[in-house]
């Protein structure tokens, strides 16, 4: 059943939260292992790390960067940094040092919170020898490294802050200043820094999670990484607005969250299809007990329809939808409806959400008849600000009419469901990450005996696409296919790697000298290569 909006919801982020520790109270907001907290903890925990910002001198507007899995102090720390005015920038946490650091000095961030030993990896370790001037800090929210401030250490600096300060900063936070800065590639394969505001994030997933169904009584298993706006955005802040319990999702391991679902008697699964996919091909499934599952979103990729009506028949799901969204429109666009039947649920991607107006447009930009393909255009209160100090990037994305060009291909139903068609950039998507060839090519062309470089995306019937490189060596060169991916594996994140590569002498290319991908993906499916 759909929740109506709440006419009193406040916009900005740190109001969400204290309202949820007025209206929820001790209701259990968060499991995270062993730690158990409810609302008034997270307020209180909330309200000490804002303190401590305030203690280390960050001001409103300032830059402060979060990279670490889905662990509650990672919710905390976002809460506290929006708490005072600072805007998150969120890092994935495949990136390499070169990467993390590239996001790090672009967005000028002056503290860092991460961790050390997640899957391995060092990110403090990963930065040294790395160019990142306006960093004055790195605090770890989880794990001790030598020289580095701990989570309760600083959380304590902040105790001699008084509460009225803290209020003061708090209360000045407006719904229309910025709250977090998301870094997406372009086809430039340089990442761009989306500006998206309190109000945006506030009210777009009140609206989006009101339509799907989102309740006090739920228990959300947050797979998507909180880096990631389906585990930020449709995650945690949704749970925050409607005071579902959050079950946080360090990696996806299906032996480890088929018994967690049981457990916590996990109603709400957001995540891409391979998240399904993987849970109803495990071998141990129905020993377990998932008759608590009620609510699946997913998107991100195509979704066949004998998946939508498995998770319906044999997960127990009541409910499936499916969205659509891009990080320049605070992730939302559009979404399918509880009541839409499985053909429906996997073949479109619903309907524009209130507020919001999408359009399928010519090269023109004139709309085209129903029915008609055309670009994806976007224009209502949740398109983003801008892109950060990158203004020609923004108006190559937004036009003058203030409608955001998505690059995706789509046309209307007969009944209004919006269908993604095709797409006019060459972003693939592996397992809900988006991937961006021109970068992949940047990095690769680093490799020594590589010439050239072009990537497309290619099915694959687990992870929706994978990479494929098609790389020309240099002269001289007998690098392998195995070699490439050993060297992408150490120099890029993992959902980077090409997973196949094949070594061509000359590229199909257009009058100016482009590759032509199109040819490179007719190829692929005739089975030429």
Same mark, same amino acid.
């Given at each position: 059943?759909?929740?109506?909006?709440?006419?009193?919801?406040?916009?900005?982020?740190?109001?969400?939260?204290?309202?949820?520790?007025?209206?929820?109270?001790?209701?259990?907001?968060?499991?995270?292992?062993?730690?158990?907290?409810?609302?008034?903890?997270?307020?209180?925990?909330?309200?000490?790390?804002?303190?401590?910002?305030?203690?280390?001198?960050?001001?409103?507007?300032?830059?402060?960067?979060?990279?670490?899995?889905?662990?509650?102090?990672?919710?905390?720390?976002?809460?506290?940094?929006?708490?005072?005015?600072?805007?998150?920038?969120?890092?994935?946490?495949?990136?390499?040092?070169?990467?993390?650091?590239?996001?790090?000095?672009?967005?000028?961030?002056?503290?860092?919170?991460?961790?050390?030993?997640?899957?391995?990896?060092?990110?403090?370790?990963?930065?040294?020898?790395?160019?990142?001037?306006?960093?004055?800090?790195?605090?770890?929210?989880?794990?001790?490294?030598?020289?580095?401030?701990?989570?309760?250490? +600083?959380?304590?600096?902040?105790?001699? &802050?008084?509460?009225?300060? $803290?209020? *003061? !900063?708090?209360?000045? =936070?407006?719904?229309? @200043?910025?709250?977090?800065?998301?870094?997406?590639?372009?086809?430039?394969?340089?990442?761009?820094?989306?500006?998206?505001?309190?109000?945006?994030?506030?009210?777009?997933?009140?609206?989006?999670?009101?339509?799907?169904?989102?309740?006090?009584?739920?228990?959300?298993?947050?797979?998507?990484?909180?880096?990631?706006? +389906?585990?930020?955005?449709?995650?945690? &802040?949704?749970?925050?607005? $409607?005071? *579902? !319990?959050?079950?946080? =999702?360090?990696?996806? @391991?299906?032996?480890?969250?088929?018994?967690?679902?049981?457990?916590?008697?996990?109603?709400?699964?957001?995540?891409?299809?391979?998240?399904?996919?993987?849970?109803?091909?495990?071998?141990?499934?129905?020993?377990?007990?998932?008759?608590?599952?009620?609510?699946?979103?997913?998107?991100?990729?195509?979704?066949?329809?004998?998946?939508?009506?498995?998770?319906?028949?044999?997960?127990?799901?009541?409910?499936?939808?499916?969205?659509?969204?891009?990080?320049?429109?605070?992730?939302?666009?559009?979404?399918?409806?509880?009541?839409?039947?499985?053909?429906?649920?996997?073949?479109?991607?619903?309907?524009?959400?209130?507020?919001?107006?999408?359009?399928?447009?010519?090269?023109?930009?004139?709309?085209?008849?129903?029915?008609?393909?055309?670009?994806?255009?976007?224009?209502?209160?949740?398109?983003?600000?801008?892109?950060?100090?990158?203004?020609?990037?923004?108006?190559?994305?937004?036009?003058?009419?203030?409608?955001?060009?998505?690059?995706?291909?789509?046309?209307?139903?007969?009944?209004?469901?919006?269908?993604?068609?095709?797409?006019?950039?060459?972003?693939?998507?592996?397992?809900?990450?988006?991937?961006?060839?021109?970068?992949?090519?940047?990095?690769?062309?680093?490799?020594?005996?590589?010439?050239?470089?072009?990537?497309?995306?290619?099915?694959?019937?687990?992870?929706?696409?994978?990479?494929?490189?098609?790389?020309?060596?240099?002269?001289?060169?007998?690098?392998?296919?195995?070699?490439?991916?050993?060297?992408?594996?150490?120099?890029?994140?993992?959902?980077?790697?090409?997973?196949?590569?094949?070594?061509?002498?000359?590229?199909?290319?257009?009058?100016?000298?482009?590759?032509?991908?199109?040819?490179?993906?007719?190829?692929?499916?005739?089975?030429?290569?």
């Amino acid at each position: 059943m759909s929740n109506p909006p709440a006419t009193d919801m406040p916009r900005t982020l740190p109001r969400l939260v204290e309202r949820a520790a007025k209206v929820f109270g001790t209701k259990e907001a968060v499991t995270d292992g062993q730690t158990r907290l409810n609302w008034v903890q997270i307020e209180a925990l909330r309200r000490r790390a804002g303190k401590a910002l305030i203690k280390a001198g960050i001001k409103p507007g300032d830059r402060v960067a979060v990279q670490a899995p889905n662990i509650h102090e990672y919710i905390i720390a976002t809460m506290g940094l929006q708490s005072i005015g600072a805007i998150f920038v969120p890092l994935n946490t495949r990136f390499k040092g070169v990467e993390s650091a590239d996001i790090l000095r672009r967005s000028n961030a002056r503290i860092l919170f991460t961790i050390v030993g997640f899957l391995g990896a060092d990110y403090p370790a990963m930065l040294k020898g790395e160019s990142v001037p306006e960093l004055e800090r790195i605090v770890l929210i989880r794990g001790e490294s030598p020289g580095l401030t701990s989570w309760e250490a +600083f959380l304590a600096e902040g105790d001699s &802050v008084s509460d009225a300060e $803290f209020d *003061a !900063r708090a209360a000045a =936070v407006q719904p229309g @200043d910025v709250a977090d800065l998301m870094f997406t590639s372009g086809t430039t394969g340089k990442p761009k820094g989306a500006l998206l505001t309190h109000q945006q994030n506030s009210q777009g997933y009140e609206s989006f999670s009101s339509i799907y169904g989102l309740s006090r009584e739920d228990v959300m298993l947050v797979v998507p990484p909180f880096f990631h706006s +389906f585990g930020y955005k449709a995650g945690w &802040v949704a749970c925050t607005i $409607f005071g *579902a !319990r959050i079950v946080p =999702v360090i990696t996806f @391991d299906v032996d480890e969250v088929l018994p967690l679902i049981e457990r916590e008697r996990v109603s709400v699964i957001p995540g891409p299809p391979t998240v399904f996919h993987s849970i109803l091909a495990h071998p141990r499934r129905k020993e377990f007990d998932l008759s608590c599952l009620r609510l699946a979103m997913t998107g991100a990729a195509t979704v066949p329809v004998e998946l939508v009506r498995r998770m319906y028949s044999e997960l127990g799901f009541k409910v499936v939808t499916l969205a659509y969204g891009l990080t320049e429109n605070t992730a939302i666009v559009s979404l399918t409806r509880p009541t839409d039947d499985v053909v429906k649920t996997a073949t479109t991607v619903g309907k524009p959400l209130p507020g919001t107006k999408v359009e399928c447009v010519d090269p023109e930009g004139n709309p085209v008849p129903q029915g008609k393909e055309g670009e994806i255009v976007i224009s209502g209160y949740l398109v983003m600000k801008g892109y950060f100090n990158d203004p020609e990037a923004t108006a190559a994305a937004i036009d003058k009419q203030g409608r955001l060009h998505t690059g995706d291909v789509g046309r209307y139903d007969e009944d209004g469901y919006l269908c993604i068609t095709d797409r006019l950039k060459d972003m693939y998507i592996v397992g809900g990450f988006n991937c961006y060839p021109a970068e992949i090519e940047n990095i690769l062309t680093q490799m020594p005996g590589v010439a050239q470089a072009a990537v497309i995306g290619i099915e694959d019937e687990r992870m929706g696409e994978v990479g494929k490189a098609f790389i020309i060596r240099k002269a001289g060169s007998n690098i392998s296919e195995q070699d490439v991916i050993d060297w992408s594996r150490e120099h890029m994140a993992n959902f980077k790697v090409p997973r196949k590569v094949e070594f061509v002498e000359a590229y199909p290319l257009n009058a100016t000298g482009k590759v032509l991908k199109s040819e490179l993906r007719a190829r692929e499916k005739a089975g030429i290569g």
